[in-house]
């Protein structure tokens, strides 16, 4: 297993210098605009802008370029300069952690603790009424926008404009260590906007899964036990189910935390996917490569905790 | 002497896409303490859902359970579903057939034992390891202590079937009801297992219900054997008896179409000819009249009732007894002449 | 020359990596591990033992489907040990395979008729009207209606699917079929019809046949020897009357008093009881295989390995340092006794 987990964290800082590499490549060969111009702004004069270009090192040839930029990168995990404000882009990304990790972590709760009992209860009963509407619930779940159904929150229930005034609305978040009730308020509508979704996938998951593991010959020695039918289902059947769903519900979380764009556009919270959306539109190249490095970072992460955890989770896996 | 396990008139049918498939169509049999019944049947004759049906593990939405098991004076047909899991395991023990895919893989084999026990008896979780572990050793598994806390796709696979039978009989139950529990087990070691079987079957008096569909397993292990085809039973009486005086087509077809090693090499087996029955729109009359080799024009009509051939021989067949007495006397199998 | 298939000190191990960056700690299953014999002409040969003996895999060298590790595979011959897929291809037209599971060896997409004419199609056999004839008869010599040429697997039964089994494997008219486990998947009723089937099939087509299975006695039923294997090895070999009647290896007792037999003497035999289970092919046991097990082992057994070799009678091999005599042997094998050549049938 040691070795395993070596050989993994090799492969995954392989990985990453293949992804900012790419990273490079791709902004390198299609840039939206002239970075040089963009920075000099309004009023570039040619003369500016030519300046700017040298002291950005743009006039020098790709493959030195390139050489710079990972050296920045892997010694000094130096991300390079926003276009915007000339400040440091992983000073930025640093600063807008913290609202995308409260985001992530509040709708993975919410989106468990609905998504894991709907699922079950479906399971039991598949083809009742019941599971019928939890399902179809389900499908408008999957189906909605996100930011649809985000707007359409903030049009219900936001303090300012919304029809009933209960939560936060969009820009109103605040850090939980300045105000934790305002942070509370702030996210509720978020965390169940963006929980929807995965709410809904992970309730047919469950069911899909417990409906199958229901069938199996281990639970019928389970009630040929004398078990309660509770357990029966609970300990060994959603404990067997749920197995391959915590591994996904990890990726989707290392996805998460690269920034959730949409939601944190629509309510205007100060994290890493808002940060992107805004170095996109204002084609801020240094800030876009590193929000991508990001993503990636924790998705290569995800995909590695996950990968152990699975052996834990499931004895017959073994590395 | 009232039998401990007494099943009257036993019906099942389940509700499929395809129709009603009437699987079990009124099956009465009984077993006494100690004692071991053999259910023989094929694929299809109903065998594993009789005695699913006794625990009560047919009890679906689509299934329509009716008549009578008797245990120990209880209907357990008539039983609520959590009255009926205080039989299941300290009264009424199961096991299955194949041990990889009826213990759980995510927990440890000795978990899993004591699991049985706390959910029966309010004893302290180090109480009930420790008499996991003497359950593993009493079914003859080398080094209980160790392998207590293995999963079971790390034991072999008769060392998994010792532990489900150890799981089974830790609460030491009135009737174990093993369906097909060495099928999926080598020749070698399905000898160590029916052995053991019956050396704790002697030990604890333990009565048991046998599913097979190897008449060699029964020949070793059965005091009383029924056969069973389409959902009926054909044929019971004593071991002895069956073997050695059967009355049944079915039953003759049966033993002569296995190959054995105590009989001579034939040139060809003798197979049933035709295929097993729909269960959903099983053959009129008689359920085997057309495989039988010696229907009559009213077995296709009426249903034969069980009747007592010889004392305890039951036979639901409606050729006489002298034609079926002297049919098997040509039938049976010769030992070997001078050759 | 009178041998369709003479395989020679075959050996097949498989790598499991337990080590994972640089291949260290490897463990190597002897899946096979020296096994050596001849298939007559007509002959049908059976392979018996338990799980992990070894036998499916050497079903699969013969047919190579695999390659050996070492040793050599002659078929009619012409040494196929490591041919080419591309030379095996003409080869393939004469050797075909019938598999165990009737539900899982038939592609479920496909219609019947197609399925079982596929191999005259890889082999570039007739034209598509030749092939459907052919495929038509071939479904009516094993007992299937060949009206149904265009229904689908799951559409028959078990002992239906089989046949369709068969009747591909016999579609090229092919000289040596071997089958593994054919009829362990079947209902009692059905396992005779298939194995008359198969009976019939054999001695209509002249084939030669090599039946894998671990029933003792359907193998005793169809075979004209029969080769015990143990751990990857051949412990006995012989002719049933003399394997079943007076067995010499005391795996090959402990086998044949294992297995239960529908009689009510029966249940009164002896038996050589084996303790425990097989020992892991990852690491067998030295010398002979059997040594742990075995209740007649001394000190040579676990020191120098026991050849393959005639005991007694030419006709059977055995190898053993300590053979069964014919006290332990008669006390182990139910009932009846049967000597071909002797005449003498002892109760």
């Known amino acids: 297993m040691a070795r395993y987990i070596v050989r993994r964290l090799a492969w995954a800082v392989v990985m990453l210098v293949v992804v900012s590499a790419l990273t490079f490549l791709i902004f390198y060969t299609f840039p ?35 050489f710079i930029y990972m050296k920045n990168l892997g010694l000094h995990f130096d991300l390079g300069y926003s276009y915007q404000n000339n400040v440091p882009v992983r000073q930025e990304i640093f600063a807008r952690l913290p609202a995308t990790i409260s985001l992530t972590a509040g709708a993975f709760v919410v989106w468990m603790l609905i998504g894991i009992p709907v699922g079950v209860l479906s399971a039991i009963r598949p083809r009742s009424v019941g599971d019928r509407v939890a399902m179809g619930g389900a499908l408008v779940g999957i189906s909605a926008p996100v930011y649809w159904l985000g707007l359409v929150a903030l049009f219900l229930f936001a303090s300012d404009i919304g029809k009933v ?27 169940f906007v963006l929980a929807a979704a995965f709410a809904a996938f992970y309730a047919r998951m469950v069911r899909g899964n417990l409906i199958e593991v229901m069938g199996e010959d281990y639970i019928r020695t389970a009630r040929a036990k004398g078990l309660p039918e509770r ?89 | 002497m009232a039998a401990l396990l007494d099943i009257h008139d036993l019906r099942v049918s389940f509700q499929t896409r395809d129709g009603v498939v009437h699987a079990v169509d009124g099956v009465s049999t009984s077993v006494d303490r100690g004692k071991t019944l053999g259910l023989v049947g094929e694929s299809g004759s109903g065998k594993s859902v009789t005695a699913l049906s006794v625990i009560g593990l047919t009890r679906l939405p689509n299934a329509e359970v009716s008549g009578q098991v008797l245990f120990d004076g209880t209907d357990l047909l008539q039983l609520s579903s959590e009255r009926l899991q205080s039989v299941r395991g300290p009264r009424i023990a199961m096991i299955f057939q194949d041990p990889l895919s009826s213990l759980h893989p995510l927990y440890r084999v000795g978990w899993q034992i004591e699991e049985a026990i706390l959910a029966h008896e309010q004893v302290s979780r180090r109480a009930a390891r420790a008499r996991a572990v003497d359950a593993m050793r009493a079914v003859e598994m080398p080094n209980p202590a160790e392998l207590v806390d293995r999963y079971p796709h790390e034991l072999s ?31 070698t070691v399905q000898a160590q297992i029916l052995e053991l079987i019956r050396s704790l079957q002697h030990d604890f008096d333990t009565a048991v219900v046998l599913i097979t569909h190897d008449f060699g397993v029964i020949a070793e292990t059965a005091d009383e054997v029924a056969v069973m085809y389409a959902g009926r039973i054909v044929e019971q009486g004593p071991i002895d008896t069956i073997l050695e005086a059967p009355e049944h087509p079915y039953t003759w077809g049966l033993l002569q179409s296995i190959p054995r090693l105590d009989t001579p090499r034939r040139d060809r087996l003798e197979p049933i000819t035709g295929t097993p029955p729909s269960l959903v729109y099983p053959p009129t009359g008689c359920h085997f009249h057309p495989r039988c080799p010696y229907v009559m024009p009213m077995c296709r009509t009426m249903d034969p009732e069980l009747l007592q051939s010889d004392p305890g021989h039951f036979v639901a067949c409606h050729l006489p007894v002298a034609e079926r007495r002297r049919i098997w006397q040509e039938l049976r199998p010769k030992p070997a002449e001078a050759a | 020359m009178n041998e369709l298939l003479v395989v020679r000190d075959l050996v097949k191990e498989f790598v499991v990596n337990r080590g994972v960056l640089f291949g260290r700690d490897s463990a190597v299953v002897h899946a096979v591990d020296g096994v050596s014999f001849e298939v007559q002409r007509g002959e049908t040969l059976g392979l018996v033992g338990e799980t992990g003996c070894g036998k499916t895999t050497t079903a699969r060298l013969v047919t190579r489907l695999i390659e050996p590790t070492k040793g050599q595979i002659v078929y009619d011959g012409i040494d196929i040990t490591h041919r080419s897929r591309r030379k095996l291809r003409p080869i393939r037209r004469e050797v075909q395979m019938i598999f165990q599971d009737p539900y899982s060896s038939l592609n479920p997409r496909r219609p019947v008729g197609a399925i079982i004419a596929e191999p005259l199609r890889i082999q570039g056999i007739g034209t598509k009207a030749e092939r459907r004839r052919r495929v038509a008869e071939v479904m009516d010599r094993v007992g299937l209606h060949p009206e149904h040429y265009n229904r689908y697997p799951h559409e028959f ?17 092919p000289k040596l079929i071997v089958a593994d486990e054919p009829v362990s998947a079947l209902d009692v009723s059905i396992q005779a019809q298939v194995l008359n089937l198969l009976q019939d099939l054999r001695d ?37 009357d003399r394997l079943y009647g007076e067995p010499k290896h005391p795996y090959t007792g402990a086998l044949l008093s294992a297995v239960p037999v529908p009689s009510v003497e029966a249940r009164r035999t002896r038996r050589l009881a084996l303790h425990g289970d097989v020992p892991s092919p990852t690491n067998p ?34 190898a ?6 014919r006290g332990e042997a008669a006390e182990l094998v139910t009932a009846e006794r049967f000597r071909a050549d002797s005449g003498d049938a002892a109760a």
Not at chain 3, 167 to 172: F, H, L, P
Not at chain 3, 299 to 312: H, M, N, Q, W, Y
Not at chain 3, 320 to 325: D, E, G, M, V
């Open chain 3, 157 to 173: 039964s078990g002992g239906q699917r089989q046949r369709i089994g068969i009747a591909r494997a016999i579609v090229t008219s």
């Open chain 1, 231 to 319: 357990r029966v289902i609970l300990r060994h059947g959603l404990r067997a189910a749920l197995t391959p769903i915590v591994t996904i519900a990890g990726l989707d979380i290392g996805i998460l935390l690269g920034g959730a764009v949409l939601t944190e556009t629509v309510f205007n919270i100060p994290g890493v996917g808002r940060f992107a959306y805004d170095s996109i539109v204002n084609s801020d190249l240094p800030a876009i490569q590193g929000t991508v490095l990001f993503g990636a970072l924790f998705i290569i992460v995800a995909n590695l905790i996950v990968d152990i955890a699975y052996a834990f989770l499931d004895p017959r896996v073994r590395y």
């Open chain 2, 157 to 187: 696979g008769g060392m998994r079937q010792r532990a489900m039978i150890a799981m089974a009989l830790v609460l030491n139950p009135d009737v174990l009801i093993a369906d097909e529990p060495t099928t999926a087990l080598d020749v």
């Open chain 1, 165 to 191: 005034h209960l939560f936060g609305g969009a820009g109103s978040y605040v850090p939980l260590t300045q105000d934790p009730g305002g942070w509370v308020k702030s996210l509720i509508l978020p965390w």
């Open chain 3, 320 to 325: 053993c340092h300590f053979p069964l005599t």
């Open chain 1, 32 to 66: 939206s605009a002239d970075p040089a111009a963009l920075r000099a702004g309004r009023q570039a004069t040619p003369q500016l802008i030519e300046q700017i270009r040298h002291a950005l090192g743009l006039d020098k040839p790709v493959y030195e370029q390139f």
């Open chain 3, 204 to 240: 209509d087509l002249g084939l030669t046949l090599v039946f894998i299975s671990h029933n003792l006695s359907v193998v005793r039923h169809l075979c004209d020897r029969v080769a015990v294997m143990y751990l990857g090895k051949i412990v006995e070999l012989a002719d049933p």
């Open chain 3, 285 to 318: 046991p030295r010398a002979c295989r059997f040594h742990t097990r075995c209740p007649k082992a001394q000190a040579l057994c676990s020191e120098v390995e026991p050849p393959l070799e005639r005991t007694g009678s030419a006709a059977q091999l055995a």
